[in-house]
């Protein structure tokens, strides 16, 4: 089993920036892409945005330049999603997973970090 923990979450203003950080308990980063997630206010959870195991990055449409996922090569198990130009909208709670592309899903999750974007 496979420990995630996400922190950077918090209040902030719109215009806003946060990072998030996500570390796992072993190196896994060479093994399985990444995937942050968030669940709005009475949305279902969606993809935001991905980093695999080379480095390639994808986002969702709706992060428009705003969001990057990145690495830290000096913490091999440190995943980032550096948010800007945060609006309410991006309110909510903000995951990181693993993929697994043996199952074709995301099989480790951890609990969440909350962002509230609030004036």
């Known amino acids: 089993q496979v420990q995630i923990v996400e922190s950077g979450g918090g209040l902030v203003q719109p215009g806003g920036s946060l990072r998030l950080s996500c570390t796992t308990d072993?190196?896994?980063?060479?093994?399985?892409?990444m995937g942050w997630y968030r669940q709005t206010p009475g949305n279902q959870r969606e993809l935001v945005a991905t980093?695999?195991?080379?480095?390639?990055?994808?986002y969702a449409d709706f992060v428009k330049g705003r969001f990057t996922i990145s690495r830290d090569n000096s913490r091999v198990n440190t995943v980032y999603l550096q948010l800007n130009s945060l609006t309410a909208e991006d309110t909510g709670t903000y995951y990181c997973?693993?993929?697994?592309?043996?199952?074709?899903?995301?099989?480790?999750w951890g609990q969440g970090t909350q962002v509230i974007v609030s004036s």
């Open positions: 997973a693993a993929y697994s592309r043996g199952v074709r899903e995301y099989v480790y």
């Open positions: 072993r190196n896994i980063l060479r093994i399985y892409t």
């Open positions: 980093i695999s195991r080379g480095g390639t990055t994808n």
